[in-house]
């Protein structure tokens, strides 16, 4: 049996068909520290929140990927905050093979943003980072 799940990538790199986004490089967050691993979601909400929030320069871009070796829950949106993962977010070691875009996708609004930014904040300042392992 086929997986037919659609997994996307937010980010505010300009990517072409056909790339990979692999692990190793600078993190879109945090303190942009070289990333073990790299991120993808079953839900476009939570790409978005990764286009909107990622740091670089640019517009945030969504990506239709399909990774290339096993993927696992991300441990950042799937400890006891959110059991189950509802956003449906996960990480691999692997690479992530761009097979498209979404060109056309409405972000959140300006006071939502500032609400996640605000929170994200708040986080850091506890000294709450996230989970790299």
Do not use: C
């Not at 997994?7 to 790199?13: E, F, I, P, R």
């Not at 945030?60 to 956003?87: A, C, Q, S």
């Not at 093979?97 to 506890?126: C, F, Y």
């Amino acid at each position: 049996m086929t997986d037919t799940q659609t997994y996307y990538h937010g980010t505010k790199a300009h990517l072409e068909v056909g790339a990979l986004i692999e692990p190793g490089y600078a993190s879109n967050y945090g303190k942009r520290n070289q990333a073990k691993f790299v991120y993808l979601s079953a839900t476009l909400d939570a790409a978005i929140w990764g286009a909107e929030l990622a740091l670089g320069e640019g517009r945030g871009r969504i990506y239709i990927v399909e990774p290339t070796g096993p993927i696992e829950d991300d441990p950042n949106l799937t400890d006891k905050k959110f059991p189950g993962n509802p956003t449906k977010s996960y990480r691999s070691r692997s690479a992530f093979r761009v097979i498209g875009e979404v060109t056309e996708w409405e972000g959140h609004s300006p006071e939502r943003l500032k609400q996640m930014h605000d929170h994200l904040e708040n986080l850091k300042q506890q000294g709450i980072e996230a989970i790299e392992e």
